[in-house]
């Protein structure tokens, strides 16, 4: 668990973001004395932790200030969602003594800047392959501390990709120790996981993806990476985050992420089904992974067993263990070790992953087999006699993978459509050729593509053949220096104007997103049609960035769109003292009416304005 910059009383914060905190845990003794020490296998206590559940949430944020106002089968006999496995504790630990060994073997730390950490993902990494999954090293280019190593992410190839659960626990350690229990404990929780479910090879009805981050205890650097590398349909596609941050801390209890949140609710159901208990996860709101998702929207959750705050007397009569006592008396030192870890609590946690995995992913019936197909681009513009290229991919959402034929209708003479290869495996992709003769009639043209395999689907392509003296140069936006009114920018309008305290780049008006100190997001929108015919379409802006922010963090976001599809992202680190021009490329969607977004994203303080003046969409 991070260390993070908190300016806002605890209470009000837990109020006001509906706080998420992180991990948390019993001792020893109070184990023993409240039968939390690790149960043989087989016995009545070991039956009862097979039960089930499942959730996503957690919050909070830096101190508020003012600022502006206002694919393979599964076997036959495979467990159902309702009979999650058992995962075996021994095997948990098991890793976590490779962690601690890797950690002497690198000066007593995993640090994310260290060959420790680099050691970890190694090993991670090698069991996630040999195992089946499809893994990923992310380095973080941007954010992360530096030679900070990479997140590692591993997603299970089966089930529906555009419904995707994610599970998540940082993997890095502080200097000072080989952080086993931060965040060893939920680390090895999640690779037992995923290993136990490629072992059983269940059918899926959701995609699980799961992430070991780097640079956590720098700033939750490796996730915030992560998310903000995510395009708007990735992240939609994320139904839900868990994080697992201290999960087996000797002298803790037994917490979860915005526990009465829909999303929290299966790992909630889970513990209550043990007698637990558990209790709103308060000290590390804000201050781990899940926080980086939760800015973005996304519905988090996760178990804690607590850090360096105190066991209160109502929660020592309920769990055991000592009051007045530190969850964790090791965190962030040098003795948090294999000799630090609550082996019950340990058990515990990593059943309701599990139980929460296979409530939400794992299929009750097996089934039928079925892809998706898509075309991207999903325009071209060409002269009579040239050519154009798709990418056409596919992806198996159900079932296994199967062989997908490709065709395409409604191209018009002169017109001739070829794929490489012709036919696919899903997860596969093919190159589509659009090849035009010089006779080919100029004008706009939608083309159907379509896979064929046990079921059919399509997907929309149009071809834009220009003709001699087709197009005619000229600017699309209307107001783009916002001189005339508001009109017919849509949104927050109320952000264009002479405000004082900015200046335009030109004439007297501007318009001016974010710049309150404080969570807020704002949005200007103006829908264009790019004729049909033009060679090119550029826009063009003129962008004034100014913070408060120190940091060379992107803490506040501006971000260019078209529809869905994010163009420019910039942040606070890009401020300077004046306008700088900012141009892009909107060739791709001649022909077509767009909607051309700009919005700007603050986060909970230190403000950063970003003033826009003088747009223009130019054809040519």
């Given at each position: 668990?991070?260390?993070?910059?908190?300016?806002?009383?605890?209470?009000?914060?837990?109020?006001?973001?509906?706080?998420?905190?992180?991990?948390?845990?019993?001792?020893?003794?109070?184990?023993?004395?409240?039968?939390?020490?690790?149960?043989?296998?087989?016995?009545?206590?070991?039956?009862?932790?097979?039960?089930?559940?499942?959730?996503?949430?957690?919050?909070?944020?830096?101190?508020?200030?003012?600022?502006?106002?206002?694919?393979?089968?599964?076997?036959?006999?495979?467990?159902?969602?309702?009979?999650?496995?058992?995962?075996?504790?021994?095997?948990?630990?098991?890793?976590?003594?490779?962690?601690?060994?890797?950690?002497?073997?690198?000066?007593?730390?995993?640090?994310?800047?260290?060959?420790?950490?680099?050691?970890?993902?190694?090993?991670?990494?090698?069991?996630?392959?040999?195992?089946?999954?499809?893994?990923?090293?992310?380095?973080?280019?941007?954010?992360?501390?530096?030679?900070?190593?990479?997140?590692?992410?591993?997603?299970?190839?089966?089930?529906?990709?555009?419904?995707?659960?994610?599970?998540?626990?940082?993997?890095?350690?502080?200097?000072?120790?080989?952080?086993?229990?931060?965040?060893?404990?939920?680390?090895?929780?999640?690779?037992?996981?995923?290993?136990?479910?490629?072992?059983?090879?269940?059918?899926?009805?959701?995609?699980?993806?799961?992430?070991?981050?780097?640079?956590?205890?720098?700033?939750?650097?490796?996730?915030?990476?992560?998310?903000?590398?995510?395009?708007?349909?990735?992240?939609?596609?994320?139904?839900?985050?868990?994080?697992?941050?201290?999960?087996?801390?000797?002298?803790?209890?037994?917490?979860?992420?915005?526990?009465?949140?829909?999303?929290?609710?299966?790992?909630?159901?889970?513990?209550?089904?043990?007698?637990?208990?558990?209790?709103?996860?308060?000290?590390?709101?804000?201050?781990?992974?899940?926080?980086?998702?939760?800015?973005?929207?996304?519905?988090?959750?996760?178990?804690?067993?607590?850090?360096?705050?105190?066991?209160?007397?109502?929660?020592?009569?309920?769990?055991?263990?000592?009051?007045?006592?530190?969850?964790?008396?090791?965190?962030?030192?040098?003795?948090?070790?294999?000799?630090?870890?609550?082996?019950?609590?340990?058990?515990?946690?990593?059943?309701?992953?599990?139980?929460?995995?296979?409530?939400?992913?794992?299929?009750?019936?097996?089934?039928?087999?079925?892809?998706?197909?898509?075309?991207?681009?999903?325009?071209?513009?060409?002269?009579?006699?040239?050519?154009?290229?798709?990418?056409?991919?596919?992806?198996?959402?159900?079932?296994?993978?199967?062989?997908?034929?490709?065709?395409?209708?409604?191209?018009?003479?002169?017109?001739?459509?070829?794929?490489?290869?012709?036919?696919?495996?899903?997860?596969?992709?093919?190159?589509?050729?659009?090849?035009?003769?010089?006779?080919?009639?100029?004008?706009?043209?939608?083309?159907?593509?379509?896979?064929?395999?046990?079921?059919?689907?399509?997907?929309?392509?149009?071809?834009?053949?220009?003709?001699?003296?087709?197009?005619?140069?000229?600017?699309?936006?209307?107001?783009?220096?916002?001189?005339?009114?508001?009109?017919?920018?849509?949104?927050?309008?109320?952000?264009?104007?002479?405000?004082?305290?900015?200046?335009?780049?030109?004439?007297?008006?501007?318009?001016?997103?974010?710049?309150?100190?404080?969570?807020?997001?704002?949005?200007?929108?103006?829908?264009?049609?790019?004729?049909?015919?033009?060679?090119?379409?550029?826009?063009?802006?003129?962008?004034?960035?100014?913070?408060?922010?120190?940091?060379?963090?992107?803490?506040?976001?501006?971000?260019?769109?078209?529809?869905?599809?994010?163009?420019?992202?910039?942040?606070?680190?890009?401020?300077?003292?004046?306008?700088?021009?900012?141009?892009?490329?909107?060739?791709?969607?001649i022909g077509q009416r767009i909607t051309l977004t700009f919005t700007a994203t603050e986060d909970s303080s230190l403000q950063t304005s970003f003033v826009i003046d003088d747009a223009t969409l130019q054809t040519g």
């Amino acid at each position: 668990m991070v260390l993070r910059r908190l300016a806002v009383a605890g209470v009000a914060l837990a109020a006001t973001l509906q706080a998420a905190v992180l991990s948390l845990a019993p001792t020893a003794a109070a184990a023993s004395q409240a039968g939390l020490l690790s149960h043989p296998a087989g016995t009545a206590t070991a039956a009862l932790d097979r039960a089930s559940s499942s959730g996503p949430a957690l919050s909070s944020g830096r101190a508020l200030s003012s600022g502006r106002a206002t694919s393979v089968e599964g076997p036959a006999a495979r467990p159902r969602a309702a009979e999650a496995p058992d995962i075996d504790v021994a095997k948990v630990q098991a890793h976590l003594t490779e962690l601690n060994a890797i950690a002497t073997r690198n000066g007593g730390t995993r640090k994310s800047g260290g060959q420790g950490y680099r050691d970890s993902v190694a090993y991670a990494k090698a069991k996630l392959q040999a195992a089946g999954y499809t893994v990923t090293e992310q380095p973080c280019t941007s954010g992360c501390a530096t030679g900070a190593g990479p997140n590692l992410i591993a997603e299970w190839p089966q089930g529906d990709a555009t419904k995707v659960y994610m599970f998540g626990s940082h993997l890095d350690s502080v200097g000072a120790g080989p952080g086993i229990n931060d965040n060893g404990s939920g680390s090895a929780a999640l690779l037992e996981t995923a290993l136990t479910l490629a072992q059983q090879h269940p059918a899926m009805a959701a995609r699980v993806r799961f992430a070991w981050w780097t640079d956590e205890e720098q700033g939750l650097n490796g996730s915030d990476f992560y998310v903000n590398s995510l395009s708007a349909a990735e992240r939609s596609k994320i139904k839900a985050y868990y994080n697992f941050d201290m999960i087996a801390s000797l002298n803790g209890g037994y917490f979860v992420n915005h526990l009465t949140s829909a999303a929290a609710q299966p790992m909630k159901a889970y513990w209550d089904s043990l007698g637990l208990q558990p209790e709103e996860n308060t000290e590390g709101a804000g201050r781990s992974d899940d926080y980086s998702f939760e800015r973005a929207g996304i519905p988090t959750s996760g178990y804690a067993m607590g850090a360096g705050a105190r066991k209160t007397s109502a929660q020592a009569a309920k769990w055991g263990g000592t009051a007045n006592r530190a969850y964790d008396s090791c965190y962030h030192q040098s003795c948090d070790t294999t000799d630090n870890i609550n082996s019950t609590g340990l058990n515990r946690s990593v059943d309701g992953i599990a139980a929460t995995l296979w409530k939400l992913a794992v299929a009750d019936t097996t089934p039928a087999n079925d892809f998706s197909l898509n075309a991207g681009p999903a325009t071209g513009s060409v002269d009579p006699g040239a050519s154009a290229t798709s990418t056409v991919s596919t992806a198996t959402t159900s079932g296994s993978a199967q062989t997908v034929a490709l065709s395409a209708s409604g191209a018009p003479a002169g017109v001739t459509v070829s794929f490489s290869p012709a036919s696919v495996t899903s997860g596969g992709s093919s190159t589509m050729t659009l090849a035009t003769t010089s006779g080919a009639a100029p004008g706009t043209y939608p083309l159907t593509v379509t896979g064929t395999g046990s079921v059919t689907h399509t997907a929309q392509y149009t071809l834009t053949i220009k003709g001699a003296g087709g197009c005619t140069a000229q600017q699309l936006l209307a107001n783009g220096g916002f001189e005339n009114g508001t009109t017919p920018w849509t949104g927050d309008t109320a952000a264009i104007g002479a405000h004082a305290g900015q200046s335009a780049h030109s004439g007297s008006r501007f318009a001016w997103l974010g710049g309150y100190g404080s969570t807020a997001t704002e949005s200007l929108n103006q829908s264009v049609t790019v004729p049909a015919g033009c060679g090119k379409a550029t826009l063009t802006y003129w962008l004034h960035i100014d913070t408060d922010e120190t940091d060379r963090v992107a803490y506040d976001t501006f971000k260019v769109k078209v529809g869905s599809a994010t163009l420019a992202t910039l942040s606070n680190t890009a401020a300077s003292s004046g306008y700088t021009q900012r141009t892009l490329d909107l060739t791709p969607y001649i022909g077509q009416r767009i909607t051309l977004t700009f919005t700007a994203t603050e986060d909970s303080s230190l403000q950063t304005s970003f003033v826009i003046d003088d747009a223009t969409l130019q054809t040519g």
